[in-house]
């Protein structure tokens, strides 16, 4: 298996060197840029995933659009962009920074630790695209009040919310009357 490596940054997203993913993901874990994706149909509803079976952590749980992490000096938009069109099998349209978060958060299921410096992205998801099974097993779309019933009834990933919420002044004022 290939090894991949995520770039090790400082509080402030200062590059600080590299590490092997899965290291950077396992407790007590390292502080690594990463990135998040929310796409939004014409409607203002969320593209939600829900993460294969076979993802080494959240496998099985819905998150956003698309996660992951920047090849060690990658720009985390082209990163974000990149990543997307492999997962969804098309690229997004106007792709837009939403800011960044930092978490540190534990994931029950996997036992990894997602210590992440975040690079938000909002945008518009493609009009037809073709998952790729081994990294997406559904998709839907959401607004609001769908992703609350939702949240209700299926597990979502464990930095879903964090995400969600930091980029949420982006997403109001492109969807100004969704009520996110």
């Known amino acids: 298996m290939t090894e991949i490596l995520v770039e090790l940054v400082d509080?402030?997203?200062?590059?600080?060197?590299?590490?092997?993913k899965?290291?950077?993901?396992?407790?007590?874990g390292r502080l690594h840029r990463a990135f998040s994706v929310l796409l939004f149909d014409p409607d203002g509803r969320l593209l939600l995933?829900?993460?294969?079976?076979?993802?080494?952590?959240?496998?099985?749980?819905?998150?956003?659009?698309?996660?992951?992490?920047?090849f060690p000096g990658e720009d985390p938009l082209s990163a974000a962009a990149r990543?997307?069109?492999?997962?969804?099998?098309?690229?997004?349209?106007?792709?837009?920074?939403a800011g960044t978060?930092?978490?540190?958060?534990?994931?029950p299921g996997s036992g990894l630790v997602e210590r992440e410096f975040n690079?938000?992205?909002?945008?518009?998801?493609?009009?037809?695209?073709?998952?790729?099974?081994e990294e997406i097993a559904e998709t839907a779309f959401a607004g609001p009040?769908?992703?609350?019933?939702?949240?209700?009834?299926?597990?979502?990933?464990?930095?879903?919310?964090?995400?969600?919420e930091a980029a949420a002044p982006q997403i109001r004022r492109r969807f100004p009357e969704n009520g996110w």
């Not at 509080?11 to 092997?20: K, M």
């Not at 978060?101 to 994931?107: F, N, Q």
């Open 22 to 28: 899965l290291s950077a993901h396992t407790a007590p």
């Open 49 to 70: 995933q829900r993460r294969a079976a076979g993802k080494y952590h959240s496998a099985g749980a819905w998150s956003n659009t698309c996660c992951g992490h920047p």
């Open 145 to 164: 009040d769908e992703l609350r019933a939702m949240r209700a009834a299926a597990p979502f990933s464990v930095w879903f919310d964090t995400v969600l």
């Open 101 to 107: 978060v930092a978490y540190d958060l534990s994931d």
């Open 11 to 20: 509080p402030g997203g200062a590059p600080l060197g590299t590490a092997e």
């Open 119 to 133: 690079h938000l992205f909002v945008g518009e998801a493609p009009a037809e695209f073709a998952p790729d099974p």
């Open 83 to 97: 990543r997307t069109a492999e997962e969804l099998g098309a690229p997004p349209a106007m792709l837009a920074a």
